[in-house]
């Protein structure tokens, strides 16, 4: 008896109710942080507090789903007396009462003395389908939290990528990058809203976006960053170097330090506007991205003290303190993130199955768990009634059946 007490404080809604404020309680004090779904997930996830209130969210819900099918599927006949609705009638009505709840639509099982009517027996399905699906994303993220890892890797078209034994070639890159920019505050408000890269290997062809991660053979990829790539060759002062530099100069106006440590240069690289465009209070700054125009800082030594800047286009050549700078056209590169997370799919499945169920509950407006137990002792046919929801129905309901069993008569 104390064990069965025990199982139902666990499994009650006020113990999920106040394992969710907990968490909620949690966050909130992460709120006040930097990184507040990091810090939260961290404490969750991996310290010993926060993993006894993600468990026992758990194993409330566990048993919450255990309880809601033993009741429901059970064979324990229900004492009329205690059910919402009750009353006693002559023994005699027994058998008239087992055939009115079969032509109501109701699942009879009796014996000499006992009837037990039950109506939508598996109405309790969606909130157990929901609860299984929460059940698994919980574990599945608590697992995914101590085997997933990562790579992130930066690389061109063309090139192989390598990640956790498996190598993929990087085909085309596109974007919707547009030609023009026109730029009206420091930060602005571009953004590229399709990145995409044909990844190849064993002969499949993928498109990974930066968007939902794209499965290839059961690693996770995911484009992170998009940038641009520029041939740079620079000659003069003992310098004769021809490279690629890899550029973080998205959005316009941002500038990125390149390093060239053999050279003992700097060079700080920035987008120079075409043109600046004032009208009345507004100031704009009009960028061209299709033919890259570039400021470029030259600096040198630990201290970075500047030797000199210039503008150049693609395509062009410019000098500046004896040292001459050519630019190529442009292309672009990719980080790419792989993620290797045997539990990954799991979240997936758990998210769409708790989902089903939600949808599920909209049914529990008409479908709903009915019941009547009926008890012969003596002379006397002890009998009680309940439903779910709708209440004052029920006891309409109940009132009607027995006025029909007594031929209209008081009860």
């Known amino acids: 008896m104390r064990s069965s007490r025990i199982f139902r404080y666990i499994s009650s809604w006020w113990t999920t109710a106040a394992t969710i404020s907990l968490l909620a309680a949690v966050y909130i004090v992460c709120l006040y942080g930097d990184s507040p779904w990091e810090s939260w997930t961290e404490f969750m996830l991996r310290r010993p507090l926060g993993m006894l209130i993600y468990w026992g969210l758990i194993i409330n819900l566990s048993a919450a789903t255990i309880r809601a099918v033993l009741e429901s599927l059970g064979r324990h ?78 690389v061109h078209e063309g090139e192989v990528i390598e990640a956790f034994g498996r190598q993929l070639t990087v085909g085309s890159l596109s974007s919707d990058m547009p030609a023009e920019f026109l730029q009206f505050e420091e930060e602005g408000s571009f953004r590229l809203k399709s990145v995409k890269a044909e990844l ?152 769409l199955l708790a989902l089903a169920g939600t949808v599920m509950m909209i049914s529990r407006f008409f479908w709903y768990r009915k019941e009547l137990t009926a008890i012969a002792e003596g002379s006397a046919l002890h009998i009680g009634y309940r439903e779910e929801f709708f209440r004052k129905w029920a006891s309409q309901k109940f009132h009607r059946w027995i006025g029909e069993l007594t031929g209209g008569g008081s009860i």
């Open 77 to 154: 006949l229900p004492d009329p007396g205690s059910m919402e609705i009750s009353s006693v009638l002559p023994s005699d009505k027994l058998n008239e009462l087992a055939a009115l709840m079969s032509q109501e639509g109701y699942s009879v099982s009796s014996t000499a003395s006992s009837i037990h009517a039950v109506k939508a027996k598996f109405s309790f399905l969606p909130g157990v389908i929901t609860r299984a699906g929460i059940l698994i994303f919980l574990v599945s993220v608590f697992a995914g939290a101590y085997t997933m890892s990562s790579t992130e890797k930066r």
């Open 200 to 351: 190849r290997s064993d002969g499949n062809s993928k498109t990974v976006t930066s968007g939902f991660p794209v499965r290839i053979g059961g690693i996770w990829h995911r484009i992170t960053h998009f940038g641009m790539t520029l041939p740079v060759s620079l000659k003069g002062n003992g310098i004769n170097n021809n490279l690629n530099i890899d550029l973080d100069i998205l959005p316009p106006g941002k500038s990125d330090l390149i390093a060239l440590q053999a050279d003992d240069l700097f060079l700080s690289v920035s987008l120079n506007p075409e043109k600046t465009i004032t009208k009345g209070l507004v100031k704009a700054k009009k960028y061209n991205l299709e033919a890259l125009n570039l400021h470029i800082i030259f600096q040198r030594g630990g201290a970075k003290e500047k030797i000199g800047e210039i503008n150049v286009k693609e395509g062009a050549e410019a000098s500046v303190s004896g040292l001459s700078v050519s630019a190529g056209r442009h292309s672009y590169y990719i980080r790419v993130r792989s993620v290797s997370d045997p539990a990954l799919p799991f979240v997936y499945a758990a998210t």
